[in-house]
């Protein structure tokens, strides 16, 4: 069955750097990484449709880079110069190829647990 186990996150002080992973157990066409803060909705962050490149919101293009090990089946979230907005729950995504094209949470049928990312200043 498939199934995303993620781990990392942590705290940080602003500006500096955290890696995040996420195994993923199965074949999917579309993985991405969501993060959700206290109070608001779940937003999406980064997303790789398979054989493109990966894409990126505004906020954070330029400060994270999303890649992946084909040999270890891992997924890779790399966050540097973070910023006191950066602190949320952070969740690996996957689903098919709509869910790269929607980027809507309701369209990634797997998630992960989640992993909490806060930024400090």
């Known amino acids: 069955q498939a199934q995303l186990v993620e781990s990392g996150g942590g705290s940080v002080q602003a500006g500096g750097s955290l890696r995040l992973s996420c195994a993923a157990f199965?074949?999917?066409?579309?993985m991405g990484w969501f993060r959700q803060a206290p109070g608001k909705e779940r937003e999406w962050v980064t997303s790789f449709h398979d054989g493109e490149q990966p894409t990126y919101a505004d906020s954070v293009k330029g400060r994270f880079t999303f890649s992946q090990d084909n040999i270890k089946n891992t997924l890779y979230l790399q966050m540097n110069s973070l910023k006191l907005d950066d602190t949320a729950m952070y969740y690996c995504a996957a689903g098919g190829s709509v869910a790269c094209f929607s980027l809507r949470p309701a369209d990634f049928a797997y998630w992960g647990q989640g992993t909490q990312v806060t930024v400090s200043s």
């Open positions: 199965g074949r999917f066409d579309c």
